[in-house]
């Protein structure tokens, strides 16, 4: 990986270094001395820099050898980069138009240039703002479906599928992360845990002794380290999505490895309902959000349907990979068995991104990393409230995985605790 | 993989390419002009020479570009002789004294040299003459237990784990033999199949027409696809067992690769009842292999009873890997609800025994392989009664699993239809 050629970039190193590639130096435009270099990255992990030139904007990713959140204590390889690299250019391939375009990929520097998305901003934080994206279900479900089925046993050989898993097992450092952050920390007593305190020490306690639980989330980190299904993104929450009122991307891949399907059906579920439980901490006069509200429920349910269907649909436009092979299921009645299994792989995918949905949710509460939905809340009370509304479902869902057999369950019992009041420690 | 300098050995070349292996020479002793070669390979896929000099002997295994049992429109690449000695190295580590000792190794040629198995029999021949083998039960599950366990992610970390999956990616070609001739070959026309006919071409349509069947086999495919719960022997049949009174050698891990553990457990419980259900073809005087018969179903019964308590032990003996930390099952209460999940862990692993077990009863009497327990029964008639009390039970077992909840439900079964008079074609 060349990691002996590595140097952290900084302004003068970039603008040198960009200098010197006459694509970019091009698409730039004008003299390198002129070029606005800043650094936005506000995620946890790597350096972002935006390059904007007389004629144009690229912006710049490079990772760190440690995790940005945490610092220099906590190593992290820069090999991340080539399998961020590797994940975009797969999906770019299978969703076009629905990542960035790779621009440069330098492996020794673990640094990718992209284009500049603007005006695009983070869904997240237009979530916060009660921003409703109207494009936002037809694009992530296009995205999930295509990017999972056309890296899953239905449209690979197995011999492909083998390979393309041995291709992403060394990114198992990013595996780790989640293994550790998602499906064990928030259930036991660790340093780097935080929630808000004094109000959910009390659920917090509640969780660690919650053995049912304990079962359900390693059942989960299981199936998330053993069942290479597809291809996934392996970090699809609303920080990882740049949207407008008419484009929506995904950015961010560097978790991506052959996992559960599930997993990044789960994640988007996840951060809707988690912006649909921190809305009430965000209204300044009751009802307010009412409307984005209803959207973001009904973006629940259509993320899930719609994403069931495009899938469905791709199978049964043609499945060319070594599973449930067609020849097995001939003429009329052949059709109509296998279709009926379809359903019934939809139906276990369904309770798969239940569960992780529900992992996701629990870790932004009480784990390390939490997310700017509840954390922009100020009065924490307020916060906790919105906090220990998520958790109530998010409990039932992991671990009564079958009081929910279809996504307007998941909605309904949203519903139900939109204005449930908790009873908070302190 | 160096397969430039690949040749085909015969005899002189073997004995020239040996004679210049010092360490070899000398385990062999004497003049290598005076060893005695010869080839003794009766599988489907290598070469294999028994060479022995004045002062012991070895077994000499070399793989042939092209699948032996079909010649060379077949085409079978040579890496697979660096998966089976990369399996048996590992097996070597984790059950000692129960796979042969790796003498000598050359990728290049594709060649295996093994201490010489002597006078270890294989123990399909062994069952064809109503032998019993009181080690096996012992034996065979410490194998099994302890190569799953240890490769599982029970035992290792998830890093490890996804490296392991890696290393053994390659070795698809063989894992696409399972997947074509063990889960979809016999269930459709494939002009390799072959039957006892007349008397079974009513048997043969029926599967083919068998939906629920399909869909059940489709599954199991699926799993074995996509499932890398440990590192598996792959083909783990009682021709791939070495027997004495006092020994059991496990061989031939050619198809060894990251898959489901229940496919090895379902394997040897196959092999055992398809023992079963040829002993009646090769009885010359009505019930002279009774005894044979009990202790064959009782070794079923065991087999799958001390694997679940050895796999059981390693387990609660201390798992170091990164599936169901123990940090999250503290205290008494912890302790018991993890062993709750152990068990039902174990009956997810029995339930997908059962099976893969009947995948590979109906693909030994549908499919292109067939094993001596029936291939020996010589006349036809009573052939195809054994094979299709077998084909019975195993129908049962793959489209009806809820009816097997302990493996005594499946020896009942097989006890069941010893006498049972199928309705036969022709």
Not at 42 to 55: E, M, Q
Not at 194 to 222: C, F, M, Q
Request: proline share 4%; hydrophobic share 45%; charged share 25%.
């Amino acid at each position: 990986m060349g990691q002996g050629d590595y140097r952290i970039l900084h302004e003068a190193d970039l603008r040198a270094y960009l200098a010197g590639l006459p694509d970019l130096k091009g698409l730039l435009g004008g003299e390198p001395a002129a070029w606005a270099i800043t650094e936005v990255g506000d995620g946890n992990l790597n350096l972002v820099f935006i390059v904007k030139g007389a004629r144009g904007g690229i912006a710049v990713k490079q990772a760190l050898p440690y995790v940005r959140l945490v610092g220099e204590s906590w190593p992290l390889p820069l090999s991340r980069a080539h399998y961020e690299y590797l994940a975009l250019s797969r999906q770019a391939q299978l969703a076009p138009g629905l990542v960035p375009a790779v621009l440069h990929h330098d492996e020794a520097l673990a640094l990718t240039v992209m284009e500049l998305l603007e005006p695009h901003i983070i869904m997240r934080k237009g979530l916060v703002a009660a921003t409703r994206y109207p494009r936002f279900v037809d694009d992530i479900t296009t995205f999930m479906a295509r990017t999972l089925f056309f890296t899953s046993d239905l449209a690979l050989s197995a011999a492909e599928k083998k390979e393309a898993i041995a291709a992403f097992a060394g990114n198992h450092a990013l595996c780790k992360i989640t293994e550790d952050l998602i499906f064990t920390d928030p259930y036991r007593i660790a340093e780097q845990n935080r929630w808000t305190a004094p109000y959910l020490d009390g659920l917090a306690a509640s969780l660690r002794d919650d053995l049912e639980l304990h079962v359900a989330v390693s059942r989960l980190k299981l199936k998330f380290m053993a069942s290479p299904e597809a291809l996934i993104h392996g970090d699809l929450h609303t920080g990882s999505i740049m949207v407008t009122d008419s484009q929506t991307r995904v950015i961010d891949p560097e978790f991506a490895f052959y996992g559960p399907m599930g997993f990044d059906v789960g994640a988007v579920l996840a951060n809707l309902l988690m912006a649909y439980f921190a809305s009430a901490g965000h209204e300044r006069t009751p009802g307010e959000r009412h409307a984005f509200e209803g959207w973001v429920l009904e973006t629940v349910e259509q993320v899930w349907n719609q994403f069931a269907r495009k899938f469905l649909d791709l199978w049964r436009a043609g499945a060319a990979g070594d599973a449930y092979p067609r020849s097995l299921f001939p003429g009329e009645k052949g059709a109509a068995r296998l279709e009926a299994e379809r359903q019934a792989t939809m139906q276990r995918l369904f309770s798969d991104a239940v569960g992780f949905a529900a992992a996701k949710i629990i870790r932004r509460i009480f784990g390390l990393a939490h997310n700017i939905d509840f954390e922009l809340i100020e009065d924490a009370k307020k916060r906790a409230v919105s906090e220990a509304r998520a958790v109530r479902l998010a409990r039932a869902m992991m671990a009564e995985p079958g009081t929910f057999s279809v996504i307007a369950d998941v909605t309904a019992a949203a519903r139900n605790l939109r204005d449930w009041m908790p009873e908070l420690s302190g």
